[in-house]
């Protein structure tokens, strides 16, 4: 640890003296805090307005669900073993930190630390006081007692060049660390703990778990006899929960496994006259006792809102500021638009009652409040039940305007986890396009992403075993795949795995439901490479942000986090391309649109019902076709750009429901270009006029490889149902062979 044990002793015990002073100041305050919890229950010592913030998050979890010195307080409880499954995934980043392993030594860890970002590691700063403290340091992950023995884990460098910063006075310290482990481990797969800005996640009286490596011995887990004591304005938090020497940097959970706080020291029992004591009542003597002597009455942590708070307060740039710029975006409260938007379901109305649902409440006095969800197929252990009753009179007030604040889309930071486009979905193999001849020059390579991979800071690792440089570089994500073009700065091609059966659509929250359009770019790939916002989707008032990859055919998988991270995946800037409102939009408002439809989305939604109708299950390929003929250069304020006038799409689907059936497969190419030219791009109208749905938009798969450079496999080719119709069939499109 550190190079000046004199130092971090002194940090010790200023830690120390620092949080004693604090737990005397409180103590008329807290006593009466714990007399209400004895009485009435957890969240009675706590403000009217604390209790409001910490049910308007406890109400979006319930929607949400259902789509210094570390010392033992009394006895020892913590165990090795998690004791739960939301506990054994809390402590996946969490490390002990060690000196460096060098051959033939065993290291012996002296804190602890957690993963906060992808690339920055949080502990105390009295664990690393100074920068040059944390060199030849490594955070050691997975170290752990398992049925056979102890586990060794994986060891991760520490890299204060890249990054240091402490705050004495809350005493935290971020600092940088490496994205590979020192036998070649990906730092990715270890995830991270979100530092939520938002206060109101617990209450006095409520659990405080820990995870932490007391002694620098394997990961242990309190969660007993561990209640929140205090919650105080200077940024600290007070409890009961044991820790013991080693647990420095230690996160602290709220019962959810929410992130609440960073320990960092404990607190002493004292005489009056201000002297430490030791359990067996004498005084304690800091020159000659040691500190395992000390009766603890408490522990102290600094709380993760003082954290951020101080974050956003500084000043940096070049490297560290984009390292604390990629932490601030994980702070946000994922609750907070469902603590706004969600409506909840109501308690049955008492006859002669009256209707408060369009009151707001303002809580005085100590107060107790019973919250239970009203979902009958919500487990109980969901909400929390407090039995309370107002001590005073409640007052009601008229709601003011309602707040539209949108939820956030729910990226996965984890870009290794991703699988992309399964060839095998359908029982047989359907390879995805591939591109050869003078075309391979204009796509994102394996070459490429290695370039960019030695000389960006932040880029997600891709699996390259077996691929040379010159082979294009399919980026997987949730349920599909794209290779970039460079130089048109859009996908080539993408590769979808599209299941509307029942199960795996469970998940029934409406669009609006997962977050507005915040498109993101891939960090896999050079922003260069990247057509966003400004480049022309913003200065071009009539042009969508187009999906290739649609958000509806990507988002399935099991209720929650599988879904939202299959939904998010959809938003990135290399599945988007310029489509007019009303080509892309089925059906667009506005009176001058005169009831027309847009063709790519009126196919797309008609689309989707027959994939459900027809067992559920479906391949797509899709992309812009990308050529001099089908798009057009214009510069929109920020250098020339081209834009697409045409899309194909082909569509794959098996026969019958055979384990290797017999594959079917309908190429279509869509034009915009005479949108464009009626109705411009610079006011927001229009729309295409569909005489034979869809019949003239079908091509043979040859003519979308001659046009966008694909190819295909010849069991896909042999697959093709087109054929030129003799007469039109108004009104009439099927996925099945044309009769």
């Known amino acids: 640890m550190s190079k000046t044990p004199d130092a971090v002793a002194t940090a010790r015990r200023s830690n120390m003296a620092k949080a004693l002073e604090r737990w005397n100041r409180q103590a008329v305050a807290r006593s009466e805090s714990l007399s209400r919890i004895r009485e009435l229950g957890p969240g009675a010592g706590d403000s009217p307005q604390q209790l409001a913030k910490w049910i308007a ?31 054994r995934q809390a402590a996946r980043p969490v490390a002990r930190l060690v000196n460096a392993p060098q051959p033939g030594t065993v290291v012996e860890g002296f804190a ?20 040059v403290d944390a060199v030849d340091c490594a955070a050691n992950f997975l170290y752990e007692r398992l049925e056979r023995g102890i586990n060794e884990g994986s060891y991760f460098n520490l890299l204060p060049d890249q990054f240091y910063f402490a705050d004495e006075a809350l005493d935290f310290c971020l600092v940088a ?7 070649g481990e990906a730092l990715a797969d270890y995830g991270c703990i979100r530092l939520i800005e938002a206060t109101g996640k617990t209450l006095r009286g409520r ?21 929140l004591l205090d919650i105080l304005d200077q940024g600290f938090l007070h409890y009961e929960t044991d820790t013991a020497e080693g647990a420095s940097g230690s996160p602290v959970f709220s019962d959810n496994w929410e992130l609440i706080a960073l320990h960092h020291c404990g607190i002493p029992r004292t005489d009056e006259a201000g002297n430490i ?7 304690w003597n800091p020159e000659g006792d040691e500190e395992s002597t000390v009766d603890w009455v408490a522990n102290e942590g600094t709380r993760v809102s003082s954290i951020v708070s101080a974050l956003k307060a500084l000043q940096l740039s070049g490297k560290p500021a984009e390292l604390l710029a990629q932490l601030m975006e994980l702070t946000p409260d994922p609750l907070a638009a469902l603590s706004v938007n969600e409506t909840l379901p109501a308690a049955p109305h008492r006859p002669g009652a009256p209707d408060m649902s369009q009151n707001i409440f303002h809580i005085s006095g100590p107060t107790t409040i019973n919250i239970v969800s009203h979902a009958a197929d919500s487990p109980a252990s969901v909400m929390p039940i407090l039995n309370l009753a107002p001590a005073e009179p409640v007052s009601a007030a008229p709601a003011p305007a309602a707040v539209a604040l949108e939820r956030t889309l729910t990226f996965d930071l984890d870009y290794a986890a991703r699988k992309g ?111 966003t916002n400004g480049d022309i989707y913003g200065p071009a008032g009539n042009f969508d942000r187009g999906h290739i990859v649609r958000r509806e055919d990507s988002c399935w998988g099991q ?38 439809k847009g063709v790519w989305g009126y196919f797309e939604n008609e689309l989707a019902e027959q994939i459900e109708t027809g067992g559920g299950q479906a391949i797509i390929f899709a992309g812009p076709v990308l050529d001099q003929t089908s798009c057009v250069e214009q510069d929109f304020g920020k250098g020339p750009v081209r834009y697409p006038t045409r899309f194909w799409k082909i569509v794959i689907v098996p026969k019958d429901e055979s384990r290797t059936p017999e594959l079917l497969a309908y190429g279509y190419l869509f034009d915009q270009s005479e949108v464009i030219k009626e109705f411009g791009l610079n006011v927001k109208e229009a729309a295409l006029d569909l005489a034979n749905a869809f019949q003239k938009q079908k091509v043979p798969l040859t003519a979308i490889c001659l046009l966008t450079g694909i190819s295909l496999t010849p069991s896909i080719m042999a697959a093709d149902q087109y054929k030129q119709p003799d007469r039109p069939v108004p009104g009439v499109w099927r996925l099945k062979p044309d009769r």
């Open 207 to 227: 659990p405080m778990n820990i995870i932490q490596h007391p002694e620098g011995g394997p990961r242990q887990y309190a969660t007993t006899h561990n209640r």
């Open 112 to 131: 602890t630390g957690f993963l906060v970002s992808p690339n920055l590691l949080l502990t105390n700063q009295h664990v690393f006081p100074r920068d």
């Open 559 to 596: 209720p929650g986090l599988d879904t939202e991270y299959a939904n998010a995946d959809t938003y990135h800037w290399t599945n988007c391309t310029p489509q007019h409102e009303l080509f892309n939009q089925e059906s667009p408002d506005g009176a001058e649109y005169r009831n027309r």
């Open 421 to 531: 486009y399964d060839p095998d979905f359908l029982g047989v193999p359907v390879p995805p396009p591939a591109i050869e001849g003078m075309r391979l020059a204009q796509l994102y390579r394996v070459g490429d992403y290695r370039e960019h991979l030695a000389s960006a800071r932040n880029v997600p690792p891709v699996p390259l075993a077996g691929l040379d440089d010159e082979a294009p570089l399919a980026l997987p994500y949730h349920h599909y795949s794209l290779v970039m073009n460079k130089d048109y700065r859009m996908p080539m091609w993408t590769a979808c795995n599209v299941d509307y059966r029942p199960e795996v659509r469970g998940d029934t929250r409406a669009r609006k439901k997962y977050g507005g359009e915040s498109w993101r770019l891939d960090r896999r790939v050079p922003s260069r490479y990247q057509l």
């Open 57 to 87: 998050r406890e109400n979006a979890r319930s929607v949400l669900v259902r789509a210094g010195l570390e010392r033992r307080i009394g006895t020892w409880d913590p165990t090795f073993y998690a004791p739960s499954e939301a506990a």
């Open 277 to 283: 004591l030791k359990t067996d009542h004498s005084i």
């Open 177 to 183: 660390i490496s994205p590979q482990g020192t036998r």
